[in-house]
Nanobody, 120 residues
Framework: QVRLRESGPGLLKPSQTLSLTCTVA??????????WSWIRQSPGKGLEWIGY???????YYSPSLKARTSIVRDTSKNLFTLQLSSVTPEDTAVYYC????????????WGQGTQVTVSA
């Protein structure tokens, strides 16, 4: 069974950098054609895709967040991390990590999500 678990601070102040970790069990980050994503949902809004890191260590980001986003992986620990810089209250959301097994596939496994609040 594949399991993903998000972890990180739940409260940030504006201008700080958000750093979240997704720890993966039951699957390898380097499995061919697998993509590991970060997705968020703000209050009252739909899901917003942030970016992914792929099986070959390629990363791709949402154009609207690209300038502030970095996703990297640590294959020795089987985890990947999200960094989002210069946060504002608009970055308040539940953040999820998720997996898809091909670029055209739906996400098949999700973490439980972690609440991040940005407030002065």
């Amino acid at each position: 069974q594949v399991r993903l678990r998000e972890s990180g601070p739940g409260l940030l102040k504006p201008s700080q950098t958000l750093s979240l970790t997704c720890t993966v069990a039951g699957a390898s980050l380097t499995t061919n054609a697998h993509y590991w994503s970060w997705i968020r949902q703000s209050p009252g809004k739909g899901l917003e895709w942030i970016g992914y890191i792929g099986y070959s260590d390629d990363a791709y980001y949402s154009p609207s967040l690209k300038a502030r986003t970095s996703i990297v992986r640590d294959t020795s620990k089987n985890l990947f991390t999200l960094q989002l810089s210069s946060v504002t209250p608009e970055d308040t959301a539940v953040y999820y990590c998720a997996r898809k097994t091909n670029w055209w596939a739906s996400y098949d496994f999700w973490g439980q999500g972690t609440q991040v609040t940005v407030s002065a």
